[in-house]
């Protein structure tokens, strides 16, 4: 009997987490039931309140004639007088007894529409919670591994750090050029790579994926002038923007990098009168602190690679929300 209890008491507990788990899209999916539900409910109310709604004109054509005529027939079929008075206290009476019939026949449909938009509502309540949550969790660990890229760069020192942290690393890669006679000739060319990540970029003269980025120049000094107006050009489109955020994956297209993922979600907003802001209400590349791309400790040969730092406010989705609610 005891573990015929046990298991029970497994059971539910199991079925409850499994529900606390999924009860955004229970939720959701209830309230759409309801909606349709309810929809489905009011259109046959509609049909049975033009019934009623025909009765209630037919009874106050009945006291408008009585008012107008000055009688009426009481229960016992008699001919009496009937005043002003009477007539506003029946038509009073007649519209009571109407909003009844009717309240009655759409009741249940405002039920269950109250359901649906109760259950939405808890919905979105919940998945808010658990972003806000969520998003509390990815600032400490962003604020931990900064700590940590700290205590290597102690030890081992900056160079070398980067190098370990970007995984920068040489490739072969088959260039097709003409040569003097023109003929058409393919050779290997060794190029210099790193991985990117959502806050930091190897600005090289091919991407990761080996795509040749053509905004490169062999010149640093082009490369860091066409950086730098980049950069300026961001930081008006920010300001600009007057709180509606500019996304990574913004400036990784205008800089010929490729796209990523969470690059859709973090980025910058500009709020210089909000004391709450965390960001630094600019966009920088860290082009004031360059460090050349390295592969183990020692600088790339005849390579112009730099390693652009991102400094990103962080996950700026809820920044569209707020706009939407301004412009709204």
Same mark, same amino acid.
Request: hydrophobic content about 35%; aromatic content about 10%.
């Given at each position: !009997?005891?573990?015929?209890?046990?298991?029970?008491?497994?059971?539910?507990?199991?079925?409850?987490?499994?529900?606390?788990?999924?009860?955004?899209?229970?939720?959701?999916?209830?309230?759409?039931?309801?909606? *349709?539900?309810?929809?489905?409910?009011?259109?046959?109310?509609?049909?049975?309140?033009?019934?009623?709604?025909?009765?209630?004109?037919?009874? !106050?054509?009945?006291?408008?004639?009585?008012?107008?005529?000055?009688?009426?027939?009481?229960?016992?079929?008699?001919?009496?007088?009937?005043?002003?008075?009477?007539?506003?206290?029946?038509?009073?009476?007649?519209?009571?007894?109407?909003?009844?019939?009717?309240?009655?026949?759409?009741?249940?449909?405002?039920?269950?529409?109250?359901?649906?938009?109760?259950?939405?509502?808890?919905?979105?309540?919940?998945?808010?919670?658990?972003?806000?949550?969520?998003?509390?969790?990815?600032?400490?660990?962003?604020?931990?591994?900064?700590?940590?890229?700290?205590?290597?760069?102690?030890?081992?020192?900056?160079?070398?750090?980067?190098?370990?942290?970007?995984?920068?690393?040489?490739?072969?890669?088959? !260039?097709?050029?003409? &040569?003097? &006679?023109?003929?058409?000739?393919?050779?290997?060319?060794?190029?210099? *790579?790193?991985?990117?990540?959502?806050?930091?970029?190897?600005?090289?003269?091919?991407?990761?994926?080996?795509?040749?980025?053509?905004?490169?120049?062999?010149?640093?000094?082009?490369?860091?002038?066409?950086?730098?107006?980049?950069?300026?050009?961001?930081?008006?489109?920010?300001?600009?923007?007057?709180?509606?955020?500019?996304? $990574?994956?913004?400036?990784?297209?205008? $800089?010929?990098?490729?796209?990523?993922?969470?690059?859709?979600?973090?980025?910058?907003?500009?709020?210089?009168?909000?004391?709450?802001?965390?960001?630094?209400?600019?966009? &920088?590349?860290?082009?004031?602190?360059?460090? !050349?791309?390295?592969?183990?400790?020692?600088?790339?040969?005849?390579?112009?690679?730099?390693? $652009?730092?991102?400094?990103?406010?962080?996950?700026?989705?809820?920044?569209?929300?707020?706009?939407?609610?301004?412009?709204?």
């Amino acid at each position: !009997m005891s573990k015929f209890m046990d298991n029970i008491k497994g059971f539910i507990s199991s079925t409850s987490w499994k529900i606390q788990k999924h009860s955004p899209e229970i939720c959701l999916a209830v309230g759409i039931v309801t909606t *349709i539900a309810g929809v489905v409910v009011a259109c046959r109310a509609t049909l049975k309140a033009k019934e009623v709604i025909e009765d209630h004109k037919k009874q !106050m054509e009945v006291i408008h004639n009585c008012e107008e005529s000055g009688k009426t027939h009481n229960e016992q079929g008699e001919i009496v007088e009937y005043t002003h008075e009477d007539a506003k206290k029946d038509s009073f009476s007649t519209l009571i007894k109407t909003g009844i019939k009717i309240g009655k026949l759409y009741l249940l449909s405002i039920i269950l529409i109250g359901l649906s938009i109760f259950c939405q509502i808890k919905g979105y309540k919940t998945l808010s919670e658990r972003l806000a949550m969520a998003s509390a969790a990815y600032a400490a660990l962003v604020a931990r591994f900064k700590d940590y890229r700290k205590r290597v760069r102690d030890k081992f020192g900056e160079d070398e750090e980067k190098a370990i942290y970007h995984n920068i690393r040489a490739k072969d890669i088959e !260039m097709t050029k003409t &040569d003097e &006679d023109g003929n058409t000739v393919t050779e290997k060319q060794t190029v210099f *790579i790193a991985d990117d990540d959502d806050y930091t970029a190897l600005w090289s003269q091919y991407n990761e994926d080996g795509v040749k980025n053509l905004n490169w120049s062999p010149s640093i000094d082009r490369n860091l002038f066409w950086l730098r107006s980049e950069q300026a050009y961001l930081n008006s489109q920010l300001q600009l923007r007057k709180g509606r955020p500019v996304t $990574l994956n913004e400036v990784r297209s205008r $800089l010929g990098l490729p796209l990523t993922m969470k690059g859709q979600a973090v980025g910058w907003t500009y709020e210089p009168n909000n004391p709450n802001h965390k960001g630094d209400n600019y966009i &920088d590349f860290g082009l004031e602190k360059l460090y !050349m791309a390295y592969r183990n400790g020692e600088e790339m040969p005849g390579e112009t690679s730099l390693i $652009l730092e991102f400094n990103c406010d962080g996950e700026i989705l809820y920044a569209f929300n707020k706009h939407k609610e301004k412009a709204a």
